[in-house]
């Protein structure tokens, strides 16, 4: 069973940065594509940024380029956000998920599985 936890969320200032991690498990982590999507209240979730399984091919939302980076170690089974230049309205809560295709997915419904999510409130 695919598990994905993620961790490094928190509240910063705007301007500020947060590194963002989900460690994934049960699963062959380097042939699956990975994702973030946030919401924030009140919003539906939105797709973020996504990567391929090599990690070659990124695809970011319009609203985090230039601010936002995803990398992915498949040594050791993790993925990370770094999210700089943070504004007011990067607060929601972040969720990964994964699906087992090689290319990067920017639809919810094309991913599989999913972690429970971490808060990341920026402060004006």
């Known amino acids: 069973q695919v598990q994905l936890v993620e961790s490094g969320g928190g509240l910063v200032q705007a301007g500020g940065s947060l590194r963002l991690s989900c460690a994934a498990s049960?699963?062959?982590?380097?042939?699956?594509?990975m994702g973030w999507f946030r919401q924030a209240p009140g919003k539906e979730r939105e797709f973020v940024v996504a990567?391929?399984?090599?990690?070659?091919?990124?695809y970011y939302a319009d609203s985090v380029k230039a601010r936002f980076t995803i990398t992915r170690d498949n040594a050791k089974n993790t993925m990370y956000l770094q999210m700089n230049s943070l504004k007011p309205e990067d607060t929601a809560v972040y969720y990964c998920?994964?699906?087992?295709?090689?290319?990067?997915?920017?639809?919810?419904?094309?991913?599989?599985?999913w972690g429970q999510g971490t808060q990341v409130t920026v402060s004006s």
């Open positions: 990567i391929s399984s090599s990690g070659r091919n990124k």
């Open positions: 998920a994964a699906d087992s295709s090689v290319l990067p997915r920017t639809r919810e419904y094309q991913y599989h599985y």
């Open positions: 049960g699963h062959t982590f380097s042939s699956y594509t």
